[in-house]
């Protein structure tokens, strides 16, 4: 059963832009942190960015936030991550995330362990 379901994906030209989105369609409790997160061929997985749902603070994962931005559209249950000027590096299955545990009860980070509800995935993919 999908809870998050993750779309946006595709692939573009080296400095081209998606718009990724991740909608909660079956999530039986209300989140406090969505993030997002990507995994490229033989890599590991890493995180691009988190936020808290409450009040939408951001956290991005270093040297992401200068071409990548976290959103959300409350009313439509839905988190968004804004990507531009995307590189060949930036191709990866980039997959959202929820959970309801706030890093030192403060805010959301986008590690792994923190989360416990995944979407399917989108894949970006970015041609030179």
């Known amino acids: 059963q999908v809870h998050l379901l993750n779309s946006g994906g595709g692939s573009v030209q080296d400095g081209g832009s998606l718009k990724l989105t991740c909608v909660d369609v079956g999530l039986i409790y209300t989140p406090k942190c969505v993030a997002w997160f990507r995994q490229a061929p033989g890599k590991e997985r890493e995180g691009v960015a988190a936020?808290?749902?409450?009040?939408?603070?951001?956290k991005y994962v270093a040297s992401m936030s200068d071409r990548f931005t976290i959103s959300q559209d409350s009313s439509k249950n839905t988190v968004i991550l804004q990507m531009v000027n995307l590189k060949p590096e930036d191709t990866a299955r980039y997959t959202c995330a929820a959970g309801s545990t706030l890093y030192n009860d403060d805010y959301c980070i986008a590690s792994p362990n923190f989360y416990d509800t995944w979407g399917q995935g989108t894949q970006v993919t970015v041609s030179s």
């Open positions: 936020i808290r749902t409450a009040d939408g603070h951001t």
